[in-house]
């Protein structure tokens, strides 16, 4: 898939002076709710409604979703509101019912981006439609999977392409419901920097207190767009009550976020942002070279090992040294979670030396 800028132009087209917001319920529950939520959300910076109306629940026996009769109200949503809608495909069947009801946008889930077999699937349903199709990432952080149902996509003549980031799931509990991996995000951007990206602070938080914060990081990423879920009585919600927020606070959200331009021609801040960037190339240089020169003082200690026949990794002198970096990472501003990440990645690269000195 060639980077081009067609595939930008379906947000383009919307003219927006602010990034794109897409909001409304997790599910659509029943025709009331639908409705009062698109009526509280008109006339507010959101372009798209969301809804979902097939639900990929975890374990069965949960809301699954008022299937397709929800179209119809998605369709009275457009009719009464004026906004675009737009909902979850995870089937060729859900393509051609959202298609012959003419829902304006389509996302396909994280389950479904897993699934080469389900991606070839919708993508040949999709048959080249022009309505923009949004791809989630995929559950596991692997960003050829999410570039390869991008893909699959774009070949089958779909021109309007999206991506939506909502984070990856993880065995490890952290504050986060998804982790972010902004990393991954960024390399999302400099393969596709095309495609237009949209952040789901919603399922990346699963929590609606931290929806600003991840909110305002995905902006100061460059991302074109949010998506949050939004319902007038959260606590109630019959899928994922814990993140939505109601529409009041969606429209506080959207006051508070600060819209940050990619780039400033200003002189004197070009100057100054060079010379920052000069000093930041000249630290990574020493990085780089102290870490050359630990690596080879790992390497002695290989050959020292290898001499007495002693194990590589020595679990006592490797806890004292994550233990000593945690503290006097703080001292520098570092937090816990980084120093813990990079000196992981440090022993590892160690450890890879000494094996190759000891077995090579
Ligand atoms: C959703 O957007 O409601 C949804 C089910 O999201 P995800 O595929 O990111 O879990
Ligand atoms: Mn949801």
């Given at each position: 898939m060639?980077?081009n800028?067609?595939?930008?132009?379906?947000?383009?087209?919307?003219?927006l002076d602010?990034?794109?917001?897409?909001?409304?319920?997790?599910?659509?529950?029943t025709?009331?709710?639908?409705?009062?939520?698109?009526?509280?959300?008109?006339?507010?910076?959101?372009?798209?409604?969301?809804?979902?109306?097939w639900?990929p629940r975890?374990r069965?026996g949960?809301f699954?979703?008022?299937?397709?009769?929800g179209?119809?109200?998605l369709?009275k949503?457009k009719?009464e509101?004026?906004?675009?809608?737009?909902t979850?495909?995870?089937?060729?069947?859900?393509?051609?019912?959202?298609?012959?009801?003419?829902?304006d946008?389509?996302?396909?889930?994280?389950?479904?981006?897993?699934?080469?077999?389900i991606?070839q699937?919708?993508?040949d349903?999709?048959?080249?439609t022009?309505?923009?199709?949004?791809?989630?990432?995929?559950?596991n952080?692997?960003?050829?999977l999410?570039l390869?149902?991008i893909?699959r996509?774009?070949?089958?003549?779909?021109?309007n392409?999206?991506?939506?980031?909502?984070?990856?799931?993880t065995?490890?509990k952290?504050k986060y419901?998804?982790?972010?991996e902004?990393?991954?995000?960024?390399?999302?951007q400099?393969k596709?920097p095309?495609?237009?990206?949209?952040?789901?602070?919603?399922?990346?938080?699963?929590?609606?207190?931290?929806?600003?914060?991840?909110?305002?990081?995905?902006?100061?990423?460059n991302?074109?767009g949010l998506?949050?879920?939004t319902?007038?009585?959260?606590?109630?919600?019959?899928?994922?009550?814990?993140?939505?927020v109601t529409?009041?606070?969606?429209?506080?959200?959207?006051?508070?976020?600060?819209?940050?331009?990619?780039?400033?021609?200003?002189?004197?801040?070009?100057?100054?942002?060079?010379?920052?960037?000069?000093?930041?190339?000249v630290?990574?240089?020493?990085?780089?070279g102290?870490?050359?020169?630990?690596m080879?003082?790992?390497?002695?200690?290989?050959?020292?090992?290898?001499?007495?026949n002693?194990?590589?990794?020595?679990s006592?002198?490797?806890?004292?040294?994550?233990?000593?970096?945690?503290?006097e990472?703080e001292?520098?501003?570092?937090?816990?979670?980084?120093?813990?990440?990079?000196f992981k990645a440090v022993?590892?690269?160690?450890?890879?030396?000494?094996?190759?000195?000891?077995?090579?």
């Open positions: 060639e980077n800028k067609e595939m930008r132009t379906w947000l383009d087209d919307l003219n602010h990034p794109l917001v897409i909001a409304g319920p997790c599910s659509a529950e025709e009331e709710q639908v409705l009062k939520i698109a009526h509280e959300l008109k006339d507010t910076d959101v372009s798209y409604f969301r809804a979902g109306i639900k975890t069965p949960n699954e979703g008022v299937g397709a009769l179209l119809k109200w369709q949503v009719a509101t004026g906004m675009k809608v737009c979850e495909v995870a089937n060729a069947a859900h393509v051609k019912l959202a298609l012959e009801h003419d829902i946008m389509l996302w396909i889930g994280a389950r479904s981006t897993v699934s080469p077999f991606m699937e919708i993508a349903a999709l048959d080249g022009d309505k923009p199709v949004l791809v989630k990432n995929p559950v952080p692997d960003l050829s999410w390869g149902g893909e996509i774009y070949s089958s003549g779909v021109k392409i999206g991506a939506i980031h909502r984070g990856f799931s065995y490890q952290t419901r998804n982790i972010p902004w990393q991954m995000a960024i390399e999302f400099n596709y095309d495609i237009p990206l949209i952040n789901d602070p919603s399922h990346i938080t699963g929590n609606r207190e931290m929806i600003f914060d991840v909110s305002q990081t995905a902006l100061d990423l991302f074109d998506m949050i879920e319902h007038y009585d959260p606590e109630n919600a019959w899928s994922d009550a814990a993140q939505q529409p009041a606070t969606l429209i506080q959200i959207m006051k508070d976020l600060k819209i940050r331009k990619e780039s400033n021609e200003e002189e004197e801040y070009n100057s100054a942002l060079n010379n920052l960037r000069a000093q930041i190339d630290v990574d240089n020493q990085i780089l102290l870490l050359g020169q630990r080879k003082n790992s390497d002695a200690i290989g050959k020292l090992k290898k001499q007495k002693v194990a590589v990794l020595q006592k002198r490797w806890n004292e040294i994550l233990g000593k970096m945690v503290l990472g001292q520098h501003g570092l937090s816990e979670e980084f120093i813990l990440k990079m022993h590892q690269e160690s450890i890879n030396h000494q094996e190759k000195v000891i077995n090579g």
